[in-house]
């Protein structure tokens, strides 16, 4: 059993001990807020006391059954222990990090300065250093291959890690795996369904990383459909709806240099585009 998961255990029995050893569970286990995608809740009896940390368990169950390197898979659990923390802490300690400029409301990079910040101090020498660095990056782009897929961010959000991976220049660990791995604990831990319609997609999108390929962003009625394949699946007539409000072709530019522009998180339950 990972380390992580035997802490949660310990914290279930009533072990409140963990909680001064493992800082990510007490950011995750001490919090007054709520943070629910009510794109996977069924109904509100099913939101639980603490969503977070219910998901976090769940992904590191699956990293649990996952055949990799020991070390591989170290780096993915430091990873999934910290990438939700931001969205969670006690009031005092949040106000403390939005006073550090922590970005608490863009959840993977708050995390990623959370995780930075805790570490630090325990960076003694290059090769500890260097997989900080790495674990860095991966809680930064946290979630966001599935983003990218659904049409939600855009390709140059991968930026900083495709130049992390460039400068190591093949020397790091097996990067391709454990992206895929990483991605495999978060979208499994949504949904098996989720993850087998979705596995092809993210072994592409990982390639393109890890090939360092900088222009791969969707052509805007690629990413436009991308952005409303729940509407798509529930009968929209897509391409007719396309012609009819496009039939500008100056609107259609200053759409498409706007979606060049912008990234958009759940765009398509909050928005009442095409319907």
């Keep these: 059993m990972l ?4 802490a949660i255990n310990e ?3 009533g072990n409140k001990k963990v909680l001064k050893e493992y800082k990510w569970l007490k950011y995750l286990y001490l919090t007054k807020e709520k943070n629910v995608n009510l794109e996977k809740v069924e109904s509100l009896e099913k939101i639980s006391s603490n969503d977070v940390l219910r ?3 769940n992904t590191l169950h699956v990293l649990d059954s996952i055949d990799i390197p020991l070390d591989e898979k170290e780096v993915i ?3 999934l222990i910290w990438s939700e923390v931001a969205k969670c802490g006690m009031p005092h300690q949040r106000k403390e990090w939005l006073k550090r400029g922590f970005q608490l409301y863009i959840h993977n990079v708050g995390s990623a300065q959370i995780y930075a910040e805790e ?5 003694f020498s290059k090769e500890l250093l260097e997989r900080a660095e790495l674990i860095f990056f991966l809680i930064e782009t946290h979630g966001l291959i599935g983003q990218y897929i659904r049409g939600e961010v855009r390709f140059s959000q991968f930026e900083p890690l495709i130049n992390w991976i460039e400068k190591q220049d093949g020397r790091t660990k097996n990067i391709e795996r454990i ?7 978060i979208i499994k831990a949504i949904s098996l369904e989720l993850w087998n319609s979705l596995s092809k997609e993210v ?7 890890v090939n360092q390929k900088r222009n791969e962003e969707f052509a805007f009625k690629i990413r436009l459909r991308k952005l409303r394949q729940s509407s798509i699946q529930k009968g929209e007539d897509f391409d007719r709806l396309f012609k009819q409000i496009f039939k500008s072709e100056k609107l259609k530019q200053y759409f498409t240099f706007f979606f060049h522009k912008t990234d958009m998180w759940y765009v398509e339950s909050a928005s009442l585009l095409l319907v």
């Design 55 to 57: 998901y976090v368990e």
């Design 11 to 13: 914290l279930k029995k």
């Design 77 to 79: 659990e430091e990873v």
């Design 203 to 209: 072994e592409c999108t990982i390639k393109n990383i």
């Design 3 to 6: 380390r992580s998961l035997h």
């Design 119 to 123: 570490q630090v101090r325990n960076i």
């Design 179 to 185: 992206l895929y791995a990483l991605n495999e604990c």
